[in-house]
Structure formats: structure tokens, C-alpha cells
């Protein structure tokens, strides 16, 4: 018997149970569903609801509505999206995606820096003294300089990938932080202070490797 839904929301519970007869391979990859009327009864759904159920998993790419053609399976599970996908990761995880992004970003910013990308630079530095005790100044003022770092890369996918970590990362850090503070602050602000210099000086290997350094000790605290 064809499972029917139960409970509100509607659209939400059709479009689980078109996912899940889906999965199930009664419509594989390629074939096209059933009529909006039959499917609607099949569903115990008005043909709107249904219709917004459709909506739903053609937005996770899993439906494809064809004008005139009618609506096909294009995929038959969800590919969990790149938000979710970072909630889950581990900020080991994170850090070591950070590693391969930030270590490439310093080489291309000292290879393609500006004056007034070392004048950011700096200043970012030095906000980093100066900002606030809580770990959350202290994080948001890191996060600041980082992304400096990758902005004067000059490519815009490095950039789009870093500021996608910048909320787990800046999270994780905060709580880190609050458990965990900073053995040596001189220190930290010292590698970053080599990292600036390095990209002033338009020295690309030492840019990545003072990045690289870095994030692989910050991943070592976190083990």
C-alpha cells in the first residue's frame, strides 16, 4: 500500500515521503513521477501541497520539474549542503581545510600585494594587541587579519572558501578559548607578525610556510 501522509506540516511530510519512495527505488534516477492528480491521491495531499513538496526537493536538486514534460527524479538522496557539512565537521577539520587555503592564499598575497594590502595587513596586526580581553574580541580580531591575508591574494574562490569557515571556525575558537586561553600571546602575535612581513616582502615560500606553521600548531592545541 502507498504510504499516505499523516501530519503538518503537509508539504514538509509529502516531500519526506516522495524522498523516501524515492530512495526506496520506485522512481530511479531518470524516470518521471506520476501525474499530479494520481501522485496527490497516492499522497492524500491537495495538488498545491504537492506541488510545494515538489518545489522543496527540486530546490535539493533531487526533483526537475520540466515545463509541458512533467517532473523527474535527478538525483535519489539529498547531497547535504555546504553549511551543514561544516556544522558537522570537526574544528580539526576545519582548521586543517584552513591549512591548504590560508597556506596558498599568503604565497599569492606576497606574490600579488598592494601597498595598501600591507597597510590593511598592518593595521590588522596591530588591532590584534589592542583588541579587547573576552576571547570574542580576541577571535573577531584574528579573523580580521586572516582574512586580510587571503584578500590580498587576489582570488575570489579562496576568499568566497575562507569566509565560509569563518563561523565554525570563529565558534570553536571562542569556546576554545574560554577553556583554553593562549599560553603566550607574545608569541601568537609573533607569528603573525612573520606572516605579515613575509607577504611585505613578497616572500611567497615563507608566507605559506609561517601560515602553515601556524594553523598546524593551533590544530596540535586542539588534539
Given at each position: 500500500?502507498a504510504q499516505?501522509?499523516?501530519?503538518?506540516?503537509?508539504?514538509?511530510?509529502a516531500?519526506?515521503?516522495?524522498?523516501?519512495?524515492?530512495?526506496?527505488?520506485?522512481?530511479?534516477?531518470?524516470?518521471?513521477?506520476p501525474?499530479?492528480?494520481?501522485?496527490?491521491?497516492?499522497?492524500?495531499?491537495?495538488?498545491s501541497?504537492?506541488?510545494?513538496?515538489?518545489?522543496?526537493?527540486?530546490?535539493?536538486?533531487?526533483?526537475?520539474?520540466?515545463?509541458?514534460?512533467?517532473?523527474?527524479?535527478?538525483?535519489?538522496?539529498?547531497v547535504?549542503?555546504?553549511?551543514?557539512?561544516?556544522?558537522?565537521?570537526?574544528?580539526?577539520?576545519?582548521?586543517?581545510?584552513?591549512?591548504?587555503?590560508?597556506?596558498?592564499?599568503?604565497?599569492?598575497?606576497?606574490?600579488?600585494?598592494?601597498?595598501?594590502?600591507?597597510?590593511?595587513l598592518?593595521?590588522?596586526?596591530?588591532?590584534?594587541?589592542?583588541?579587547?580581553?573576552?576571547p570574542?574580541?580576541?577571535?573577531?580580531?584574528?579573523?580580521?587579519?586572516?582574512?586580510?591575508v587571503v584578500t590580498?591574494?587576489?582570488?575570489?574562490?579562496?576568499?568566497?572558501?575562507?569566509?565560509?569557515?569563518?563561523p565554525?571556525?570563529?565558534?570553536?575558537?571562542?569556546?576554545?578559548?574560554?577553556?583554553?586561553p593562549?599560553?603566550s600571546?607574545?608569541?601568537?602575535q609573533?607569528?603573525?607578525?612573520?606572516?605579515?612581513?613575509?607577504?611585505?616582502?613578497r616572500?611567497?615560500?615563507?608566507?605559506?610556510?609561517?601560515?602553515?606553521?601556524?594553523?598546524?600548531?593551533?590544530?596540535a592545541?586542539?588534539?
Open positions: 500500500m499516505t501522509v499523516q501530519r503538518h506540516p503537509l508539504a514538509a511530510q516531500a519526506e515521503v516522495l524522498l523516501s519512495r524515492i530512495k526506496a527505488g520506485e522512481w530511479p534516477l531518470g524516470h518521471k513521477l501525474g499530479e492528480t494520481t501522485l496527490a491521491v497516492q499522497l492524500g495531499v491537495g495538488r501541497t504537492l506541488r510545494e513538496a515538489i518545489r522543496e526537493l527540486a530546490g535539493k536538486g533531487v526533483l526537475d520539474p520540466r515545463q509541458g514534460a512533467g517532473v523527474f527524479v535527478t538525483a535519489v538522496d539529498v547535504e549542503d555546504w553549511e551543514s557539512k561544516l556544522r558537522r565537521a570537526s574544528i580539526v577539520s576545519v582548521i586543517e581545510a584552513r591549512v591548504a587555503i590560508e597556506a596558498e592564499a599568503a604565497a599569492l598575497a606576497a606574490q600579488r600585494r598592494t601597498p595598501a594590502d600591507v597597510r590593511a598592518r593595521r590588522a596586526l596591530a588591532q590584534r594587541v589592542v583588541a579587547g580581553q573576552t570574542e574580541e580576541h577571535v573577531d580580531a584574528d579573523m580580521v587579519l586572516h582574512r586580510a590580498a591574494a587576489r582570488n575570489d574562490v579562496l576568499l568566497e572558501l575562507f569566509d565560509g569557515f569563518v565554525r571556525v570563529r565558534t570553536a575558537m571562542i569556546d576554545m578559548l574560554k577553556l583554553k593562549v599560553a600571546p607574545e608569541t601568537d609573533a607569528a603573525h607578525a612573520a606572516l605579515v612581513q613575509a607577504i611585505a616582502d616572500q611567497p615560500r615563507e608566507a605559506a610556510e609561517t601560515s602553515r606553521t601556524h594553523l598546524s600548531a593551533l590544530k592545541a586542539l588534539g
